[in-house]
Antibody, heavy 120, light 107 residues
Framework: QVQLQQSGPELVKPGASVRISCKAS????????IHWVKQRPGQGLEWIGW????????KYNEKFKGKATLTADKSSSTAYMQLSSLTSEDSAVYFC?????????????WGQGTTLTVSS | DILLTQSPAILSVSPGERVSFSCRAS??????IHWYQQRTNGSPRLLIK???ESISGIPSRFSGSGSGTDFTLSINSVESEDIADYYC?????????FGGGTKLEIK
């Protein structure tokens, strides 16, 4: 069965960087886009960007350019998101999600979420 | 960016009632809208794709309708396990955007 397993909660200081992982299993990792979504406490969902592990192409929401960097490791079927120059505004739960393989597909499988807390 | 406006912010219904969630897009997006359920401290779960297409494993009491700019998610007979936030999401253009969500409460 398809699973996306994310790394554990992070507590980091302002100005630092953090890398969150999303390990995929149960499907061909290189054939589906992985998206990342941000959810601030008590707030809605915000799309950050996607990576296509097959050719490591990426696309970002303009709002997150310079903040998020998406990478993928085919050998371990793991996608990563690095967030840099962290501030309190980056404190949130971050989800990875797979889309359905075709343009316009919904996000059919989601990771469990990684809670990031930025605090000194 | 396409703005999705969900209304109302909160819905309160009794078990067994029918409930409808509204999602309005700032421009026409055909049927490129998907609905998700998010329970407290959980991950979003896909309920309906492309406005009205059902998803395997999702109870048949969930249905969707609409096209263009106005979309509706309905629950035919609400159960206590349906307590959650509900979000619409568009896949017509980049960036992908979500509505602000509607919280379903059970009386």
């Amino acid at each position: 069965q398809v699973q996306l397993q994310q790394s554990g909660p992070e507590l980091v200081k302002p100005g630092a960087s953090v890398r969150i992982s999303c390990k995929a299993s149960g499907y061909t990792f290189t054939s589906y886009y992985i998206h990342w979504v941000k959810q601030r406490p008590g707030q809605g969902l915000e799309w950050i960007g996607w990576i296509y592990p097959g050719n490591v192409n990426t696309k970002y929401n303009e709002k997150f350019k310079g903040k998020a960097t998406l990478t993928a490791d085919k050998s371990s079927s793991t996608a990563y998101m690095q967030l840099s120059s962290l501030t309190s505004e980056d404190s949130a739960v971050y989800f990875c999600a797979r889309d359905g393989h075709y343009y316009g597909s919904p996000f059919d499988y989601w990771g469990q979420g990684t809670t990031l807390t930025v605090s000194s | 960016d396409i703005l999705l406006t969900q209304s109302p912010a909160i819905l309160s219904v009794s078990p067994g009632e029918r409930v409808s969630f509204s999602c309005r897009a700032s421009q026409s997006i055909g049927t490129s809208i998907h609905w998700y359920q998010q329970r407290t401290n959980g991950s979003p779960r896909l309920l309906i794709k492309y406005a009205s297409e059902s998803i395997s494993g999702i109870p048949s009491r969930f249905s969707g309708s609409g096209s263009g700019t106005d979309f509706t998610l309905s629950i035919n007979s609400v159960e206590s396990e349906d307590i959650a936030d509900y979000y619409c999401q568009q896949s017509n253009s980049w960036p992908r955007t979500f509505g602000g969500g509607t919280k379903l409460e059970i009386k």
